[in-house]
């Protein structure tokens, strides 16, 4: 099975950042992509971010787009999401996650779908304060 470990979280004053690592392991990993989601409490999971592996093209949700970056280091099979500008309204646990298996819908919406999604780690929290 794929694993997947997120470190980086933390607590930050607004407009501070912090960068999220996902590492993934498994002997028979093989990502066609990553993304990140979050979830506040309460409220339901949504999509933050992902990243198409073979490709590098990326993707954001409108709520982060120009203050957070995916990014990934291929040799450690890690993701990362470096956050800037970080307001209360980022505070939540962010998840990564995985999707094994090609998805022909990936491109035009399927990145934020999270049943497309195969793998996910346990969380790391992130609390941005005022």
């Known amino acids: ?3 997947l ?3 980086g979280g933390g607590l930050v004053q607004a407009g501070g950042s ?3 690592s996902c590492a993934a392991s498994g002997r028979t990993f093989s990502a066609y992509a ?3 989601f979050r979830q506040a409490p309460g409220k339901e999971r949504e999509f933050v971010a992902a990243m198409h592996w073979g490709s590098g093209i990326t993707y954001y949700a409108d709520s982060v787009k ?5 990014s990934r ?8 999401l470096q956050m800037n500008s970080l307001k209360p309204e980022d505070s939540a646990i962010y998840y990564c996650a995985a999707e094994t298996e090609r998805s022909r819908s990936f491109s035009i919406g ?3 779908d999270q ?3 195969d793998y996910w780690g346990q969380g790391t929290q992130v609390t941005v304060s005022s």
Do not use: C, H, P
């Open 115 to 117: 049943t497309q999604y």
């Open 5 to 7: 470990v997120e470190s």
């Open 34 to 36: 990553m993304g990140w």
């Open 1 to 3: 099975q794929v694993q």
């Open 73 to 80: 280091d291929n040799a450690k099979s890690t993701v990362y």
């Open 18 to 20: 912090l960068r999220l």
């Open 110 to 112: 399927g990145y934020a």
């Open 66 to 70: 120009g203050r957070f970056t995916i």
